[in-house]
C-alpha cells in the first residue's frame, strides 16, 4: 500500500470543472513530483493533497487513514507538512524563533509561543537541529528579513520539518530563485530524502528530472502521463509540449 494516495478527485469553481478523475499515488522513501502547464489545475490539486481545498468527490488516504476534508491544522498534526510557493514566514523573528513557533509543543500552546521557552530548553536544541538540517547552522539569530531569498527558502523548508513530518509538501520551491541558489536547494532537497518522503511541484524541469523518482504530468485538470524522468522524455506528449525539455 502507498503511503499517501488520491483517489478519483474532483473539483470545480462554479462552472469550472479544475480537476477530474485525478489519481495520485506516493510510496514511502520517494521523491515524487507534479508538473504540468501552468493553468493545468496542479496548485489546486496540491491543495486538495494538503487540505486547503475540499475536493467536490474522491477521497485523500495516507498511512491507511482517509484523511479527506480534514482542516489543515489536523493534517499537520497527522504527519504532513507543505511549503508554499509565496513564502509564510515571520520576517520580524530570528530564524530560530521561526521553526520554534512551528515545533508541535509550539502549536499545542496557541498563546506566548515565545516566551515560554527557555534559552537551553528542548525546544531550542531542536530548532538548532531544524536549522542545521537545512544548511542555516550560524544563523539562529539573524532576523527572518535579513536572510537571502534562497535562505528563506531553506527557512520555509525548515518551518515545514519541524512538525516532524512522515511526508513533505514543496510546492514551486525553486520559484524566485536564480541558477546557483536553485543548485542550492537541490542539494538541500537530495540530503532530506533519506529521511522523509517528498512530494514537489515544480516548473523548473531540471530541478524536478534531477531529483525525482516518478513524476505526474497534471494537464486539462486531468493526470495526462506517469512515469521515471526518463520514460516522460521518451513520451511523445511530453515531447511535443516542450515539459520534458532541459534546455
Same mark, same amino acid.
Given at each position: 500500500?502507498?503511503?499517501?494516495?488520491? !483517489?478519483?478527485?474532483?473539483?470545480?469553481?462554479?462552472?469550472?470543472?479544475?480537476?477530474?478523475?485525478?489519481?495520485?499515488?506516493?510510496?514511502?522513501?520517494?521523491?515524487?513530483? =507534479?508538473?504540468?502547464? &501552468?493553468?493545468?489545475?496542479?496548485?489546486?490539486?496540491?491543495?486538495?493533497?494538503?487540505? !486547503?481545498?475540499?475536493?467536490?468527490?474522491?477521497?485523500?488516504?495516507?498511512?491507511?487513514?482517509?484523511?479527506?476534508?480534514?482542516?489543515?491544522?489536523?493534517?499537520?498534526?497527522?504527519?504532513?507538512?507543505?511549503?508554499?510557493? =509565496?513564502?509564510?514566514?515571520?520576517?520580524?523573528?530570528?530564524?530560530?524563533?521561526?521553526?520554534?513557533?512551528?515545533?508541535?509543543?509550539?502549536?499545542?500552546?496557541?498563546?506566548? =509561543?515565545?516566551?515560554?521557552?527557555?534559552?537551553?530548553?528542548?525546544?531550542?536544541?531542536?530548532?538548532?537541529?531544524?536549522?542545521?538540517?537545512?544548511?542555516?547552522?550560524?544563523?539562529?539569530?539573524?532576523?527572518?528579513?535579513?536572510?537571502?531569498?534562497?535562505?528563506? !527558502?531553506?527557512?520555509?523548508?525548515?518551518?515545514?520539518?519541524?512538525?516532524?513530518?512522515?511526508?513533505?509538501?514543496?510546492?514551486?520551491?525553486?520559484?524566485?530563485?536564480?541558477?546557483?541558489?536553485?543548485? !542550492?536547494?537541490?542539494?538541500?532537497?537530495?540530503?532530506?530524502?533519506?529521511?522523509?518522503?517528498?512530494?514537489? =511541484?515544480?516548473?523548473?524541469?531540471?530541478?524536478?528530472?534531477?531529483?525525482?523518482?516518478?513524476?505526474?504530468?497534471?494537464?486539462?485538470?486531468?493526470?495526462?502521463?506517469?512515469?521515471?524522468?526518463?520514460?516522460?522524455?521518451? &513520451?511523445?506528449?511530453?515531447?511535443?509540449?516542450?515539459?520534458?525539455?532541459?534546455?
Amino acid at each position: 500500500m502507498a503511503l499517501f494516495e488520491a !483517489r478519483n478527485l474532483h473539483k470545480r469553481f462554479g462552472d469550472q470543472v479544475v480537476l477530474e478523475e485525478i489519481n495520485l499515488s506516493f510510496e514511502a522513501g520517494t521523491l515524487a513530483g =507534479i508538473m504540468g502547464p &501552468n493553468g493545468a489545475g496542479k496548485t489546486t490539486c496540491f491543495n486538495v493533497l494538503t487540505g !486547503r481545498y475540499k475536493p467536490d468527490r474522491g477521497n485523500v488516504t495516507f498511512d491507511g487513514r482517509d484523511i479527506t476534508g480534514q482542516s489543515p491544522e489536523k493534517i499537520v498534526q497527522g504527519g504532513i507538512a507543505r511549503s508554499f510557493q =509565496i513564502m509564510n514566514l515571520f520576517d520580524e523573528y530570528s530564524a530560530i524563533d521561526n521553526i520554534k513557533v512551528a515545533l508541535p509543543d509550539t502549536r499545542r500552546r496557541r498563546f506566548d =509561543i515565545l516566551h515560554a521557552f527557555d534559552g537551553a530548553s528542548e525546544a531550542e536544541a531542536r530548532a538548532e537541529a531544524v536549522l542545521a538540517s537545512v544548511g542555516l547552522a550560524g544563523k539562529e539569530h539573524f532576523p527572518a528579513a535579513s536572510l537571502s531569498y534562497g535562505e528563506r !527558502r531553506a527557512l520555509e523548508i525548515g518551518v515545514a520539518l519541524a512538525a516532524d513530518p512522515a511526508i513533505l509538501f514543496l510546492d514551486e520551491p525553486t520559484s524566485g530563485l536564480g541558477t546557483e541558489a536553485t543548485g !542550492r536547494l537541490a542539494d538541500l532537497v537530495r540530503s532530506l530524502r533519506d529521511r522523509y518522503t517528498i512530494v514537489v =511541484i515544480e516548473h523548473d524541469m531540471r530541478f524536478l528530472f534531477g531529483l525525482a523518482d516518478r513524476i505526474s504530468v497534471i494537464h486539462w485538470g486531468q493526470v495526462i502521463a506517469e512515469g521515471t524522468p526518463e520514460e516522460l522524455q521518451a &513520451n511523445k506528449w511530453v515531447q511535443r509540449s516542450a515539459l520534458g525539455s532541459l534546455n
